[in-house]
């Protein structure tokens, strides 16, 4: 069974620059979580989706990101326009029920 | 305060002995309490989970939970160099993990 896969592995950007991201979770979980670790700080929680609907978004930084889920399968995850700030590793993990988060391998935001 | 809180490390030990990974939270409404391993570059990896007060045993893993304390802790048998990664404690609060920062540890033969 394929794991949580997100792409792009990396994305080196410019100040300005939209990016968006792309996590596919385990089939069949319903849950699907975004997170970001910025260097030297813990993991951040970003939103939770249940299916196509955002059930916490209370992590979102502002109004530069955006996430969506359309259907309920794959998620988006869109920085625009990003900044320096908004480097780090954002990870997606996925659930059944909600207990146990699986995580992606992240994908690695350089804003230059 | 921190609402997980872990010593960042690094953490040393010799391969064979015990490593004790610790970790404290404030929210005392926390009823689920996870420890990942992350190799530098990869994914979180699930170790372990605990909901109960007392000791969980998995293998050459036990983690350990007491609420009244708020303290959670990771204990490691025989460590190997191949368990020197970064763990990070992560407790699940209304419906989402809080993680800490993280403990670096580090099995030298």
């Known amino acids: 069974e394929a794991g949580v896969t997100q792409f792009p592995s990396h994305s080196v950007i410019e100040k300005g620059q939209t990016v968006t991201l792309r996590c596919d979770p385990i089939s069949g979980h319903d849950n699907l979580y975004w997170y970001r670790r910025v260097m030297g700080k813990e993991i951040k929680f970003l939103l939770h989706f249940v299916k196509e609907s955002k059930q916490d978004e209370s992590g979102m930084p502002n109004n530069r990101f955006l996430a969506e889920r359309t259907g309920g399968t794959y998620s988006t995850l869109k920085v625009q326009p990003a900044e320096l700030e908004d480097s780090g590793v954002y990870f997606c993990?996925?659930?059944?029920?909600?207990?146990?988060?699986?995580f992606g391998s992240g994908t690695q935001l350089s804003v230059l | 305060q921190k609402e997980v809180e872990q010593n960042s490390g690094p953490l040393s030990v010799p391969e064979g002995a015990i490593a004790s990974l610790n970790c404290t939270y404030s929210d005392r409404g926390s009823q689920s309490f996870f420890w990942y391993r992350q190799y530098s570059g990869k994914s979180p990896e699930l170790i372990m989970f605990i909901y109960s007060n007392g000791d969980k045993e998995d293998g050459r893993f036990t983690a350990q939970l007491n609420k009244a304390s708020q303290y959670v802790s990771l204990l490691i048998r025989d460590s190997q160099p191949s368990d020197s990664a970064t763990y990070l404690c992560?407790?699940?609060?209304?419906?989402?993990?809080?993680f800490g920062t993280g403990t670096r540890l580090q099995v030298f033969p």
């Open positions: 992560a407790v699940r609060g209304t419906d989402k993990l809080i």
């Open positions: 993990a996925s659930s059944l029920a909600g207990n146990v988060l699986f």
